[in-house]
């Protein structure tokens, strides 16, 4: 049974541009959730979907958006790519409200120079 | 607001020896807590959780973890350390919203 996919595992990008991150959910997974884990930090939570909507988002600028799609599998969107927006970008996905627990994915690393 | 706090960034031990891994939360409603592993260049491995029911939660690897509510803690232990439990773990609570608060991590050394 495959987990959380990400793809793809390593970007490198220049400041201003923008970047896509994917993200499949665990098989009977209907919930995606985005963390960013800068260097040395815990992830921070950036949004959250299900049913194709955006249910909850955290602090984060306009400039992360994102996207559900029916196959329940998600889109991270960052535009204007800041030196500062560097980190590992991880997927997590539970049943429902994830109350119990989520699955996490091994992460995209994007790099910013 | 709702925190996590994990006391002691870097934790060392000997092979053998108990771990002890500190978490603290902060929280106005009946929280979920989960314990959270990561293995360098890796995505987060669930290790334990505790939801409502019994307070002493066992996890994967020998790990448990005990809720104390008076005590608004949630700290791992593990009886005998081994070289390959040598990684970062996280702390994280989730109430009502459903989205997960980390704290900021814990790294694990095992010493021989």
């Known amino acids: 049974d495959a987990g959380v996919t990400q793809s793809p595992t390593h970007l490198i990008k220049t400041r201003g541009q923008q970047v896509t991150l994917r993200c499949s959910p665990k098989?009977?997974?209907?919930?995606v959730s985005w963390y960013q884990q800068a260097l040395g930090q815990g992830p921070q939570f950036i949004f959250q979907y299900y049913e194709e909507e955006e249910r909850q988002r955290g602090n984060f600028p306009d400039r992360f958006s994102g996207h559900q799609f029916p196959n329940y599998s998600s889109e991270l969107n960052v535009n204007a790519l800041l030196l500062g927006d560097s980190a590992l970008y991880l997927c997590?996905?539970?049943?429902?409200?994830?109350?119990?627990?989520?699955?996490f994915g091994s992460g995209t690393r994007l790099t910013v120079v | 607001a709702q925190s996590v706090t994990q006391l002691g960034s870097h934790v060392s031990v000997s092979e053998g020896a108990l771990v002890l891994l500190r978490c603290n939360y902060s929280?106005?409603?009946?929280?979920?807590l989960f314990w959270y592993v990561q293995y360098p260049n890796q995505g987060l491995q669930l290790l334990l959780k505790?939801?409502?029911?019994?307070?002493l939660v066992k996890g994967i690897n020998g790990f448990e973890a005990e809720f104390k509510k008076s005590e608004t803690s949630f700290h791992l232990t593990k009886p005998s350390a081994h070289m390959s439990d040598a990684a970062e773990y996280f702390c994280a609570y989730t109430g009502t919203a459903s989205k997960l608060t980390f704290g900021t991590g814990t790294r694990l050394q095992v010493t021989l």
């Open positions: 997590a996905s539970s049943p429902g409200q994830g109350n119990d627990g989520y699955t």
């Open positions: 098989s009977g997974h209907d919930t």
């Open positions: 505790y939801t409502t029911g019994a307070t």
């Open positions: 929280s106005s409603v009946p929280p979920y």
